[in-house]
């Protein structure tokens, strides 16, 4: 198998393992839910609570656009690749998303825990760690895998590549009140939220044109690089990339954000017992570096490449891709622009949904509606859900995920009596089917969807 494919088969297999996953989505109809308060502050359990420190929430998993059926296509009872020859260039363009992307949002509970107080209010208090990570890819990279350069003087357009990544300690305190007395069956909350940067880097290619030829490539680079993290270096002596880190300091500036919540049940007799309509926007701030452990650079450079000869001889080819990689290294150059501070939004979140409960509120129907905010562009997502509510202590749910985030099922089972140990397990993004891997690739099989995620936790309720 050649090297391209290689890449291919490991960039398809391995990101799904080093993934992480944002709040469960199917918790959002379950009203006795102790982690739902994290996509609307105005939600409130029956019961105060204190989950177990980490284990108390944790997620895994991956959220992308891309599929297994973007770049694996069956063909007389195999499956190829969409770099094969019998994959056709359109056949590939067309199951390209129109901007491919994956995402990563990570939360783990350090502390966190809540109570009721008078007039039907509840206090929620939360420590933790988050982790955001944000790759939005370029189709014409790939389409330029797909082509290659077998076309004299095709080129590429490759300058919407942009990478995020930051990772944060976070404590905030949440207050929902039942506004009843203003207006029967309102709702509000809100939590404010102290961000403690630790680190954070982007990369933004503004500018990346590729033109090829049956003789050389031509590639010319503009963008820039911008990091926060005390110790953290990315350009050596002569502005190559070359990581280093010595440890200078664990906080690399001050930020902050506020969620902000309604809901607004109204309740009748019948079959159908009510609708409930809520509302909220999360992670709403700014996160600001100092100029302590910030850093930025202009990246760019260009470069001319004639290709190279290949002998049979043992290792000729490891070297022969060495050297690509070596010029591809040297191209980009970093020029330091010093330390100066910058200020980055926290990516916010916005949530509608609606909820129609039945059979004595044994039974539900919802839809959710969420629209997250990346360094870059905007992710929608639609999710109906289905719910069950047999006891108070016990409920689950079903739901189905789409537009241009997912299109997959997810589901939540949740135990939360009013005292003693709580438990759930759920996942909004499960994969159901598994796809016959190529020989080539020497494994079985492996999932056709890029979307999983599964969460648990453990906590008391008091």
């Known amino acids: 198998m050649n090297r391209k494919n290689i890449a291919v088969a490991a960039f398809m297999l391995f990101m799904p393992l080093i993934m992480g996953a944002q709040a469960l989505k199917g918790s959002y109809f379950l009203d006795n839910s102790l982690n739902r308060n994290k996509l609307n502050p105005a939600f409130a359990p029956s019961s105060g609570y204190f989950q177990i420190p980490v284990i108390g929430n944790t997620s895994v998993g991956l959220l992308s656009n891309l599929d297994l059926q973007?770049?694996?296509y069956p063909m007389n009872g195999q499956l190829y690749t969409f770099l094969n020859q019998n994959v056709s260039l359109a056949d590939f363009d067309a199951a390209l998303p129109n901007k491919p992307y994956m995402d990563v949002q990570t939360d783990v509970n350090l502390?966190?825990?809540?109570?009721?107080?008078?007039?039907?209010?509840?206090?929620?208090?939360?420590?933790?760690?988050?982790?955001?990570?944000?790759?939005?890819?370029?189709g014409d990279l790939f389409r330029f895998l797909k082509k290659g350069?077998?076309?004299?003087?095709?080129?590429?357009?490759?300058?919407?590549?942009?990478m995020?990544?930051?990772?944060?300690?976070?404590?905030?305190?949440?207050?929902?009140?039942?506004?009843?007395?203003?207006?029967?069956?309102?709702?509000?909350?809100?939590?404010?939220?102290?961000?403690?940067?630790?680190?954070?880097?982007?990369v933004q290619l503004d500018k990346v044109n590729l033109v090829t030829g049956l003789d050389k490539w031509v590639i010319d680079a503009q963008g820039s690089v911008?990091?926060?993290?005390?110790?953290?270096?990315?350009?050596?002596?002569?502005?190559?990339?070359?990581f280093g880190y010595e440890f200078g300091g664990a906080l690399s500036g001050f930020g902050y954000s506020f969620d902000l919540g309604a809901e607004y049940n109204l309740k009748f007799d019948g079959f159908i017992n009510?609708?409930?309509?809520?509302?909220?926007?999360?992670?709403?701030?700014?996160?600001?570096?100092?100029?302590?452990?910030?850093?930025?650079?202009?990246?760019?450079?260009?470069?001319?490449?004639?290709?190279?000869?290949?002998?049979?001889?043992?290792?000729?080819?490891?070297?022969?891709?060495?050297?690509?990689?070596?010029?591809?290294?040297?191209?980009?150059?970093?020029?330091?622009?010093?330390?100066?501070?910058?200020?980055?939004?926290?990516?916010?979140?916005?949530?509608?949904?609606?909820?129609?409960?039945?059979?004595?509120?044994?039974?539900?129907?919802?839809?959710?509606?969420s629209a997250r905010r990346s360094f870059a562009h905007t992710r929608n997502e639609l999710t109906l859900s289905y719910n069950v509510n047999p006891v108070n202590w016990f409920a689950c749910g079903i739901n189905y995920s789409f537009l241009n985030v997912a299109k997959t099922l997810g589901w939540i089972l949740e135990f939360t009596p009013n005292k003693g140990p709580c438990f759930y397990i759920g996942s909004d993004y499960m994969f159901l089917e598994m796809a016959k891997a190529p020989e080539s690739l020497?494994?079985?099989?492996?999932?056709?969807?890029?979307?999983?995620?599964?969460?648990?936790?453990?906590?008391?309720?008091?």
């Open 274 to 369: 009510g609708v409930s309509v809520s509302a909220a926007v999360t992670d709403l701030g700014l996160i600001h570096y100092s100029a302590s452990a910030a850093k930025s650079y202009n990246a760019g450079g260009s470069l001319e490449w004639t290709g190279f000869q290949v002998s049979m001889d043992e290792g000729a080819m490891d070297a022969a891709f060495e050297e690509l990689g070596n010029a591809a290294k040297d191209m980009i150059k970093l020029k330091d622009n010093g330390s100066s501070s910058f200020t980055r939004s926290t990516l916010p979140s916005f949530y509608v949904g609606a909820e129609m409960p039945f059979l004595n509120e044994k039974m539900s129907v919802g839809a959710l509606y």
């Open 111 to 138: 502390i966190n825990f809540g109570w009721k107080t008078q007039r039907n209010s509840f206090w929620t208090v939360d420590l933790g760690v988050r982790v955001n990570a944000d790759v939005d890819i370029p």
């Open 226 to 242: 911008n990091t926060a993290a005390k110790g953290l270096n990315v350009a050596g002596p002569d502005g190559s990339l070359d």
């Open 70 to 72: 973007t770049f694996m």
């Open 164 to 202: 995020n990544a930051a990772a944060s300690l976070q404590a905030s305190v949440g207050y929902s009140r039942d506004m009843s007395d203003v207006l029967e069956g309102l709702r509000v909350g809100a939590k404010a939220r102290m961000i403690f940067p630790v680190a954070y880097m982007g």
């Open 442 to 462: 020497g494994i079985g099989a492996i999932p056709t969807q890029w979307r999983f995620n599964l969460h648990f936790g453990l906590a008391v309720a008091l």
């Open 149 to 162: 350069t077998g076309t004299e003087g095709s080129t590429f357009d490759l300058g919407s590549l942009n």
